[in-house]
C-alpha cells in the first residue's frame, strides 16, 4: 500500500555534532522511559493502591509496549509528509496527557488507556531517532548521535526511575507521574526550538518495510533483537520482585540497586557510543550474554549482595547500550532505508516488552519470579546468537 507522499530525500547531516539538539532529544527520551519503567519501580505500591495484583498491575507496562507495536510501523505511513521535528512534539504532548491520567485517576482500566497513548508517544520518537540523529549529526558519527538518545534511557534507569521511586516512599507514586507530565510538557517545547526541520526519510510504504525486512540478514537480526529485548525484559520488569529475595532487604537497598543498573547503563552509554560504529557486531553478541550471565547471578546467588550489585550494574552497562548497537547496525546494513529500519527495531522492541509483560506477569502469579528469570536467561542466549549469525549474511550494494 503506497501513500500520494513524494519520495522523501535521504536525510543528510552537519559536519559536526549539533549538541543542543542532541541533547534535548536526550532529555525528552529520559522521560519517556522515565514514565514507561515507573510502575516496575513503585509495583507494590501501584498494585495496592488500585486493589489488584502485581501481576496484574505490570500490565501497565505491557500496554505500553502493545502500542508500540501497533504504531511503530506505521506512524511513517500515517503520517508521510510530517515533518519529523513536529512529530516528536506532539509525541511530548501525549506523554504529557497520559501521566496526567496516571496522576489522576483511581481506575486501573483507565489508567491502562493512557499507558496505550504513552506506548504510541514513545513509537513514534524511537521510529524517527535514527533520522533525527543522521538530522544532526555527519553519517560516520550517527552512532555516537544516536548514543544521546540512548543516554536518556540509561539517565532514566539511574535517575528517574530510582529517584521516582524514592519520591514515591515519601509522597505517592501518583505525585511522581505528575512530576513527569510537567517536565514533559516542558521538554516538548524545547524540543521545537532547538531542533531543526527533519524532512521524512524512505519509509512511504508498507512495501518498503516489508522489502527491507526482506534484505540478508535483517530478518534473523530482527529476531535476534526481538529475543534480546523479550529476554531481557521478563526478568527486568520484575526485577523488584528479584531483588526483595535479597535477605533482610528494604526499599533504601531496593533504590541503590535499581541506581546501580542506571549507572551501568549511564556508563555503557558514554563508552559503547565512543566504539560502536567499529564494534558494533562483536558487542550485539557478547552483550546479550553477559546480561544473561548476569541474571543468573541475580536467580542463584540472592544471598551475595555485593555479588548481585556488581551484576546489577553489569546488567544495566550492556542492556542500556542495547539500543546504540542495534540503531548504529541500522544505519550501516540499511543507509538507505533508516526511517524503515527505525520502524523495524522499534516494533521487535516494543513487541519483547509486550510478550515479556503479559506472558511474565502470568507466569509470576502462577509460578514465580525465579522461573521468569531462568526463561529470560534462555532467550538472551538464543538471540545473541541469531543476531551473529545476521552478521554474516552480506551487504546490499549502495546505490
Known amino acids: 500500500m503506497t501513500t500520494t507522499a513524494p519520495v522523501p530525500t535521504p536525510v543528510t547531516g552537519p559536519s559536526v555534532l549539533r549538541y543542543g539538539g542532541l541533547i534535548v532529544v536526550m532529555l525528552l527520551s529520559f522521560l519517556l522511559v522515565t514514565a514507561e519503567f515507573l ?22 507496562v505491557a500496554v505500553t509496549a502493545l502500542a508500540g507495536l501497533l504504531f511503530a510501523p506505521t506512524v511513517g505511513l500515517l503520517l508521510p509528509r510530517l515533518d519529523r521535528r513536529t512529530l516528536l512534539v506532539g509525541a511530548a504532548a501525549a506523554a504529557t496527557v497520559s501521566s496526567l491520567v496516571v496522576a489522576l485517576v ?94 521524512p ?17 535483517v530478518g534473523s537480526g530482527m529476531i535476534g533483537h526481538v529475543l534480546v529485548v523479550l529476554g531481557h525484559f521478563v ?9 526483595e529475595r535479597i535477605p533482610d532487604v528494604d526499599a533504601g537497598t531496593i533504590v541503590l540497586m535499581l541506581a546501580l543498573f542506571g549507572a551501568g547503563g549511564l556508563v555503557g552509554n558514554i563508552l559503547v557510543g565512543m566504539i560502536v560504529d567499529r564494534a558494533f557486531a562483536r558487542l550485539a553478541v557478547g552483550g546479550p550474554l553477559v546480561i544473561a550471565v548476569a541474571i543468573a547471578i541475580v536467580l542463584l546467588l540472592p544471598g551475595a549482595v555485593t555479588l ?21 547496525w541500522v544505519g550501516h546494513r540499511m543507509p538507505d532505508r533508516l526511517e524503515a529500519g527505525g520502524s523495524l527495531m522499534v516494533t521487535g522492541f516494543q513487541l519483547g516488552i509486550v510478550i515479556a509483560a503479559s506472558v511474565g506477569g502470568i507466569l509470576v502469579d502462577a509460578t514465580s519470579v525465579m522461573t521468569v528469570d531462568a526463561i529470560g536467561i534462555a532467550l538472551l542466549v538464543v538471540g545473541a546468537l541469531l543476531f551473529g549469525l545476521s552478521l554474516r549474511a552480506p551487504r546490499p550494494a549502495r546505490a
Open 235 to 243: 526478568a527486568y520488569t520484575y526485577i523488584r520482585l528479584s531483588l
Open 106 to 199: 483511581p481506575s486501573l482500566p483507565a489508567i491502562l488507556v493512557a499507558r496505550f497513548l504513552l506506548g504510541a508517544a514513545i513509537s513514534a520518537f524511537w521510529s524517527m531517532s535514527i533520522t533525527v540523529a543522521a538530522r544532526l549529526a555527519s553519517p560516520d558519527r550517527i552512532g555516537r548521535a544516536v548514543m544521546f538518545g540512548s543516554a536518556g534511557v540509561s539517565l532514566a534507569t539511574v535517575a528517574g526511575v530510582p529517584l521516582g521511586v524514592a519520591l514515591s516512599e515519601a509522597l505517592d507514586w501518583r505525585s511522581v507521574f505528575l512530576l513527569v507530565a510537567a517536565l514533559t510538557a516542558a521538554i516538548g517545547v524545547a524540543v521545537r526550538v532547538a531542533l531543526p526541520p527533519v524532512p
Open 39 to 60: 510502575p516496575n519501580g513503585v509495583l507494590t505500591e501501584m498494585a495496592a493502591s488500585l486493589g489488584v495484583t502485581p501481576g496484574q498491575a505490570g500490565q501497565t
Open 308 to 328: 548481585v550489585a556488581a551484576a546489577v550494574a553489569v546488567w544495566g552497562f550492556f542492556f542500556a547500550s542495547w539500543l546504540i548497537i542495534v540503531n548504529t
Open 201 to 217: 526519510a524512505a519509509a512511504s510504504s508498507l512495501g518498503i518495510l516489508i522489502d527491507t525486512l526482506r534484505r540478508p540478514g
